[in-house]
């Protein structure tokens, strides 16, 4: 199959036309039909340019699954704006950062009654910008959490703007996207994306998970990640499918959806469908209705994913092997592969990209059956990061190689098996998170503590996140620093676990071993139980 050249807002125009009376997204009772939601993002459109927003401008959406955040999004690629995608758990310092590394001009949100978490944190940024002698970055602030009604009556306002800015319409190769990953280097970046890259990984993943408009996705991945964005709505526009869209996931509100709406494909990362499995109440729902998905986001185990099978016995659950700066698919099981395969590999690698195993040290291409790390090439890679001060940064090798930093080994069918992953990032419910990032506010509390924060194997999210503190045991510190890190990061970078020890064990240089220090906190843990 050749690659689509068209724009994301070409794709969604010409996917409202082909079919714009079948319903594209179903939420909380209302339902949106392809031709609705074009009206609507016309209209929005109108709005975003009389407030400055044109072609190139960097605008973030910051919330939780909504229509108003589908909408935001087509409106904004319509127009050729770049969308800046933001964690909805971040608080107010870490979309502060992302504000500043991608220059956000303008922001969107879900707020009031729907998400009043994000509403109070965009309260905080706006007042603090307000008071600040900086100049203010954002330009305009708007609630998109709206109904179906309150969109309706959008359309029928005049927003007195000119539409002279289409005269220069988005090319398939400009800047389309950005979202943020802690990356290879644990520390967060901006990764830019253009049109062509997500819309042809898109376009890939529908042909082989054989989905088609016939077919009704349960979207309960975040919209900001790329496994949302690009595997769930954007494979929605491409292959026509509608969509019953949820705020964040719920496995009982998981079950009535499918139960409700005939959900054919449900995607996630291992923990959430552990966590939908593993639930007595499961049983209560009529899930017979499911036919695929994608499991991705983090490895999973062979027995897991038996044990998930087992339950969801109609679905053809096919494992990838994906990260944020490929778009994110990189490999896919075939469809009609056994389970017993599907247990144990990532898939093949999907067409137009290219995959090498390199040895870590001589740099030497690997043979098959040869752990090494995974380099990727295609049209589906990140051509940079930003960072912090405004800066950039490359992510490809001279060469043209993305290095990945995760390690696997092919077989002689070309399958790839995953042997670990980046050095140090916990990966806990398909969350990659930085070490580093939770160990400097940790030290904001006090900066003379010596920290080391890991993650450690657990059932259903795959890893907790352990924060080890050398010195003697202390309560009060430790709820100080519980109460710190509550109030400044998102609750899934929250250590489960403090752990004392009264001095880490230092080589001849006096620098920390990370490796010494983790099995001593394990073992407290062990006792602990």
Known sequence: ???????????????????????????????????????FCDSFKQLLLSKGIKKGSRVGIFGVNTPGWII???????????????????????????????????????????????????????????????????????????????????????????????????KVNDLCCILFTSGTTNDCKGVKFNHFSLINNAREVVKQMRWTQEDRMCLTVPLFHCFGVTISLLTSVIGGMSISLLHKYSGIDVCKVIERDRCTVLNGVPSMFLALTRNPRMEEYDLSSLKSGIIAGSPIYEREYHAICEKLKT???QPSYGLTEAAPCVTLVDYEDPPEKKALTAGKVIDHVEVRIVDWETQEECKSQEVGEIHIRGYNVTGGYLVRNGGEANALQP????????????????????????????????????????????????????????????????????????????????????????????????PKYFVFVEEFPRNSTGKVNQQKIRKIAEEKLTLGK
């Open 315 to 317: 679905m053809k659950l």
């Open 72 to 170: 935001s999004f087509l409106a904004l690629q319509q127009i050729g704006a770049v969308t800046v995608l933001i964690n909805s758990y971040f608080k107010e310092k870490e979309l502060q950062n992302c504000i500043e590394i991608a220059d956000v001009e303008f922001l969107l949100y879900t707020g009031r009654k729907l998400t009043p978490e994000v509403e109070e944190v965009v309260g905080k940024l706006v007042r603090r910008n307000t008071d600040s002698k900086a100049v203010n970055r954002i330009g305009w602030v708007m609630d998109i959490g709206k109904t179906f009604r309150e969109w309706t009556e959008l359309l029928w306002q005049d927003h007195g703007s000119s539409m002279t800015e289409e005269s220069t319409p988005a």
């Open 399 to 494: 060469d043209g190689w993305f290095r990945t930093g995760d390690l696997a080994y092919r077989d002689e069918e070309g399958y790839l098996y995953i042997a670990g992953r980046r050095k140090n990032l916990i990966i806990r419910g398909g969350e990659n998170i930085s070490p580093h990032e939770i160990e400097k506010y940790i030290k904001e509390v006090d900066v003379k503590l010596e920290v080391s924060v890991f993650g450690t194997k657990t059932e259903v999210l795959q890893e907790e996140i352990v924060a080890c503190i050398e010195g003697s045991e202390n309560p009060k510190l430790e709820e100080k620093i519980r109460t710190y890190l509550t109030e400044n990061i998102s609750r899934f970078k929250v």
């Open 1 to 39: 199959m050749g690659f689509i050249h068209q724009t994301i807002g070409e794709c969604f125009e010409r996917r409202a036309l082909e079919t714009p009376d079948e319903v594209f997204i179903r939420h909380e009772g209302e339902s949106f039909t392809w031709k609705a939601t074009a009206l």
